[in-house]
Nanobody
Framework: QVQLVESGGGLVQAGGSLRLSCAAS????????MGWYRQAPGKQRELVAT???????NYADFVKGRFTISRDNAKNTMYLQMNSLKPEDTAVYYC????????????WGQGTQVTISL
């Protein structure tokens, strides 16, 4: 089995920063794409950013210029540096990983709460 564990969430004031981490462990051959998603109360889960195993990144428009996704393939770990945080960034942030030669091939973390106060 494969586990994804997020960490780094918390409560910060608007304008502040947080760094989320997602560590993958277990029976991993290789991880293809990884991504961060978020879900605010009463809303659907939405894509925040993705990164493939070549380092190519993709961002939702609402985080461009503020968030930076990165990964350390040797550690099977992904990060999300979040700057200039806004109250509307408040949500549970989930880590996602697409594995190669694995069944199932898609895994999710348990989520980490990010709360931005005024």
């Amino acid at each position: 089995q494969v586990q994804l564990v997020e960490s780094g969430g918390g409560l910060v004031q608007a304008g502040g920063s947080l760094r989320l981490s997602c560590a993958a462990s277990g029976k991993i051959f290789r991880i293809n794409a990884m991504g961060w998603y978020r879900q605010a109360p009463g809303k659907q889960r939405e894509l925040v950013a993705t990164i493939n195993n070549g380092g190519e990144t993709n961002y939702a428009d609402f985080v461009k210029g503020r968030f930076t996704i990165s990964r350390d393939n040797a550690k099977n770990t992904m990060y999300l540096q979040m700057n200039s945080l806004k109250p509307e960034d408040t949500a549970v942030y989930y880590c996602n990983a697409q594995l190669i030669n694995s069944a199932p091939s898609t895994y999710w973390g348990q989520g980490t709460q990010v709360t931005i106060s005024l």
